[in-house]
């Protein structure tokens, strides 16, 4: 295997930023630096560290979609021993890890996966990947509204990429709102709705890429479908490039 996809499957970084870490010369295999990229290893027999730490493969790369409960952290333990979505995952093998993170009061979609390389993919601001949240608000947002969340908003950080909105219905005098973004800024779309005046009051992930949840239970996983885990791995080659 050529050392920078080592790199890439461990989970280190994409492919391209591989190449620049081993000409940088951050990478030995089995003591020596090597700064050639297209230097073959042996994942069974070679020894390659990045920085002085030793990389480790992935045996068989996992896959799962989780539907997120609100009142979970999306992280892999807490000093404070709350419940984390790790909680919810069966014992595995594999160490597999969140893709990206949902608040503590968000619901819905969360993919886990050990591929490095495909969670690069799915959260690198470059890919643009589209997120579709279902959010209900304060209030009704006016048709301006609905235009100024799509044209983008100014929060603290800058001006939010162009998205799609639509109100999917009204309960109680609250709307429904359907918005997808194409970044992940934190507690972005609580941020974009409160700076339009119309707070968030529930949160929840219909979709992230190809994946949707359907009729997933909170708390309950799944595997992808066959025509998911195809369009993963068209985005992870695509991602590659
Ligand atoms: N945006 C938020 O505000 N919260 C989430 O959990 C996800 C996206």
């Known amino acids: 295997m050529r050392l920078n996809k080592f790199l890439a499957d461990a989970g280190i970084s994409s492919r391209r930023q591989a190449d620049r870490?081993?000409?940088?010369?951050?990478?030995?295999?089995?003591?020596?630096?090597?700064?050639?990229?297209?230097y073959?290893?042996?994942?069974?027999?070679?020894?390659?560290?990045?920085?002085?730490?030793?990389?480790?493969?992935?045996?068989?790369?996992?896959?799962?979609?989780?539907?997120?409960p609100a009142g979970y952290l999306t992280s892999v333990g807490d000093p404070f021993g709350r419940p984390t979505v790790m909680d919810l995952l069966p014992s595995m093998q594999a160490r597999i890890y969140p893709v990206g993170r949902?608040?503590?009061?968000?619901?819905?979609?969360?993919?886990?996966?050990?591929d490095g390389e495909l969670a690069l993919a799915l959260t690198h601001p470059?890919?643009?990947?589209?997120?579709?949240?279902?959010?209900?608000?304060?209030?009704?947002?006016?048709p301006g509204t609905l235009k100024r969340l799509a044209e983008g908003?100014?929060?603290?950080?800058?001006?939010?990429?162009?998205?799609?909105?639509?109100?999917?219905?009204?309960?109680n005098g609250n709307a429904i709102v359907r918005l997808t973004i194409r970044e992940g800024r934190k507690r972005q779309v609580r941020r974009m709705l409160k700076a339009v005046g119309h707070p968030v009051l529930m949160l929840h992930r219909l979709a992230v890429g190809p994946l949707w949840l359907g009729s997933l239970a909170p708390g309950e996983i799944r595997c992808p479908t066959p025509e998911e885990l195809d369009a993963l791995l068209r985005l992870k080659k695509l991602a590659i490039r």
Not at 45 to 50: G, H
Not at 126 to 142: D, L
Not at 153 to 171: C, F, N, Q, Y
């Open 153 to 171: 908003v100014e929060l603290e950080d800058g001006r939010t990429a162009p998205a799609k909105v639509e109100i999917e219905g009204v309960e």
């Open 102 to 114: 949902l608040d503590l009061d968000t619901s819905g979609l969360l993919f886990f996966t050990n």
């Open 21 to 38: 870490i081993i000409a940088a010369g951050r990478v030995r295999v089995n003591g020596a630096v090597i700064t050639e990229m297209g």
């Open 126 to 142: 470059r890919h643009w990947v589209e997120k579709v949240y279902q959010a209900k608000v304060k209030g009704i947002p006016s």
């Open 40 to 68: 073959m290893v042996d994942p069974e027999k070679d020894q390659v560290t990045v920085d002085g730490q030793a990389l480790i493969l992935p045996e068989k790369f996992e896959y799962w979609i989780m539907h997120k």
